[in-house]
């Protein structure tokens, strides 16, 4: 009993890959007419995250825990991230994560710009 216990992951990681050298989509998340932050994707590197707007205060990176909730469980169902954000887009939602708008998807050539627009 006083050795140490050392565990292995086995299988595929929680999370989709939070960094892409490709272009990405996204869809702003929104509570009345607050931005919270946005929801984003890249199917070529299995990428997606959620980027919350500092200028929306401490409510923008509390959604982000429920959003990211959301984006797990759709990698835990073995969901592409377009697929985990639209489906999320559709299904989720309330006062507290705000709701996301998917019907404003947008596209950029870069996670850095998206990085940029949320300290807008």
Do not use: F, I, M, V
């Given at each position: 009993m006083d050795s140490d216990v050392h565990f292995k992951r086995v299988g595929d990681s929680l999370y989709y890959t939070k960094q892409t050298e490709h272009s990405i989509d996204y869809v702003p998340i929104v509570r009345e007419d607050l931005t919270l932050g946005y929801l984003w994707y890249n199917d070529e590197d299995a990428a997606a995250g959620y980027i919350?707007?500092?200028?929306?205060?401490?409510d923008a990176f509390n959604a982000g825990v429920s959003w990211s909730q959301e984006l797990r469980g759709g990698k835990a169902r073995g969901l592409?991230?377009?697929?985990a954000v639209l489906q999320a887009?559709?299904?989720?939602?309330n006062s507290h994560m705000g709701w996301a708008?998917?019907?404003?998807?947008?596209?950029?050539?870069?996670l850095a710009s998206l990085?940029?627009?949320a300290e807008k």
């Open positions: 919350p707007r500092p200028l929306a205060g401490d592409t991230p377009s697929q887009a559709a299904n989720s939602g708008h998917a019907d404003e998807s947008r596209h950029l050539e870069h990085k940029a627009l």
